[in-house]
């Protein structure tokens, strides 16, 4: 198991400050310790439309120089673009086919593997089964036409955002109805939590098709702040023999935040956490 941190508290993603280049993220978040960074697809840090060919390129070296891995990249929901692939416009889904496809490049470019699904929200007037049916069609555009790439497309259910794939089983039902290798599955602690679920129980549902995971605490927190069981979560991740990244998604829903800080927490509380866990399970 891995450690990485999503850019989002550096980036000025739902509120407008603080904001840091991703030069200066990436230079940070690699001086704190992580094995890998989770890029979000938005400006200031990475929204494709304002990436030269140039600019990628020293991404993608500035990553090298830092010894940092790209453990997974996301699009930025909602917004001026939307990127809903359930819109009830066809123009809106279309371009969210494009968004992705293009993401799935600038991912593989810059070395990551994975690229974080969002199926989208329901619009009123619209039923949930057309809803599905939309994202599914999207989704399974998406990975049949970037299955050169290498990239992996993980199903997130987002419970505290949309109205859409809130849990476990919707991912899973989702994952089944695409049927496509390069499509798997992650969850998000904050999201589970807020619906009052069990972490655990998330993980072995998920079992081997768990790719990819967001680490936050309650209120996004980082971990060990609030009341998420965490022991429990990392045990259950070694049961599955999870080998991916755990990602921190963490400290960007308001002002008032100290990313560096918030950062450092997070894997000091994370990092000594695994590997007391490791060190146990070789013990028995």
């Known amino acids: 198991m891995k450690i990485s941190y999503n850019t989002w508290a550096y980036s000025s993603f739902f509120v407008w400050v603080p904001s840091y280049t991703l030069d200066e993220t990436i230079k940070r978040i690699a001086k704190l310790g992580y094995d890998g960074i989770e890029i979000g697809a938005a400006a200031p840090h990475a929204y494709p439309p304002h990436l030269g060919a140039d600019r990628r390129a020293q991404v993608r070296d500035l990553l090298q120089e830092h010894n940092i891995a ?3 990249m996301l699009p930025a929901p909602s917004g001026g673009p939307g990127n809903n692939p359930a819109s009830p416009y066809i123009e809106e889904r279309r371009a969210t086919v ?13 070395g990551g593997k994975t690229l974080i699904y969002l199926p989208g929200w329901i619009i009123y007037g619209t039923s949930r089964r057309q809803a599905w ?19 992996t497309l993980v199903i997130e259910p987002t419970s505290h955002d949309t109205n859409l794939c ?9 994952m089944q109805d695409v049927n496509r290798e390069n499509v798997k599955l992650m969850f998000d ?14 993980v072995y549902k998920m079992g081997a098709d768990l790719k990819h995971i967001h680490i936050s605490d309650n209120d996004r927190l980082p971990p060990g702040q609030g009341v998420v069981d965490f022991p429990a979560v990392i045990d259950a991740m070694i049961d599955i023999k ?19 800080q918030d950062a450092r927490e997070g894997i000091e509380y994370l990092r000594p956490l695994v590997e007391r866990k490791l060190a146990e399970r070789k013990k028995k």
């Open 242 to 260: 999870f080998d991916g990244y755990l990602t921190m998604e963490t400290g960007f829903h308001r002002r008032g935040i100290e990313p560096d």
């Open 133 to 151: 049916e939309w994202s599914r069609e999207v989704l399974t555009e998406i990975a049949d036409s970037i299955s050169h790439t290498g990239v």
């Open 166 to 174: 809130v849990g476990a089983d919707d991912a899973i039902e989702l």
């Open 70 to 72: 790209l453990s997974s």
């Open 189 to 202: 602690t904050f999201h589970v939590n807020w619906s009052h679920e069990v972490n655990t129980d998330y």
């Open 98 to 110: 494009e968004h992705y496809k293009e993401l799935a490049e600038l991912t593989a470019y810059w």
